[in-house]
């Protein structure tokens, strides 16, 4: 498969967020797209473009605890390589990424347990929009893509609920 550097260096960061076995595969996919393809990875990259205004904001209201903003920051990167990686397919297919950001009606956030339980909120919804997605790819290799980011969203999940269910901060087993 030849994939051009100028389409390499267009998917941003997408490497970062699929791994290079899954890029190649991609970039060619996302070239091929149907629109139906396109549509869905639009909404997904709306979503991470969401995600990353929701953990902004959760960063700027100063009730987050050090360790807790540390981790809350890097899951802001997971949502910035992932929007990064959908945009770079959704150009590959020679159409322009939107650049909304859905609204985001946010519960009273009064303490880092009220930060981070709507935030596991968000990211079990990110989680099963990518879990619905990807029977709906017509692509198998867009369908793979998709599943990876599901495998870190899932992740999020998990990291929150276990930090839900601590009196202590446990996110220090995940920060170096």
């Known amino acids: 498969m030849q994939i051009s550097r100028a389409k390499l260096l267009g998917t941003g960061t997408a490497l970062a967020a699929i791994g290079s076995g899954l890029l190649g595969p991609f970039i060619a996919a996302a070239e091929a797209a149907s629109e139906g393809d396109i549509k869905i990875l639009q909404v997904a990259a709306l979503s991470e473009r969401?995600?990353?205004?929701?953990?902004?904001?959760?960063?700027?209201?100063?009730?987050?605890?050090?360790?807790?903003?540390?981790?809350?920051k890097g899951f802001m990167a997971d949502h910035m390589a992932h929007r990064d990686a959908l945009e770079g397919a959704i150009k590959a297919a020679g159409m322009t990424p939107d650049t909304g950001v859905a609204a985001i009606t946010y519960p009273p956030l009064n303490s880092q347990n009220d930060i981070l339980?709507?935030?596991?909120?968000?990211?079990?919804?990110?989680?099963?929009?990518?879990?619905?997605?990807?029977?709906?790819?017509?692509?198998?290799?867009?369908?793979?893509?998709?599943?990876?980011?599901?495998?870190?969203?899932?992740?999020?999940?998990?990291?929150?609920?276990?930090?839900?269910?601590?009196?202590?901060?446990?996110?220090?087993?995940?920060?170096?």
């Not at 369908?143 to 446990?170: R, W």
């Open 50 to 72: 969401t995600a990353i205004k929701a953990y902004t904001d959760a960063a700027g209201t100063g009730l987050l605890s050090p360790g807790v903003l540390a981790v809350a």
């Open 117 to 176: 339980t709507f935030a596991q909120t968000l990211e079990r919804g990110a989680a099963s929009a990518y879990l619905a997605s990807i029977p709906n790819l017509q692509d198998r290799n867009l369908a793979k893509v998709a599943g990876s980011i599901l495998g870190v969203e899932t992740t999020h999940v998990a990291i929150l609920a276990y930090t839900l269910t601590q009196s202590t901060e446990p996110y220090k087993a995940f920060v170096a």
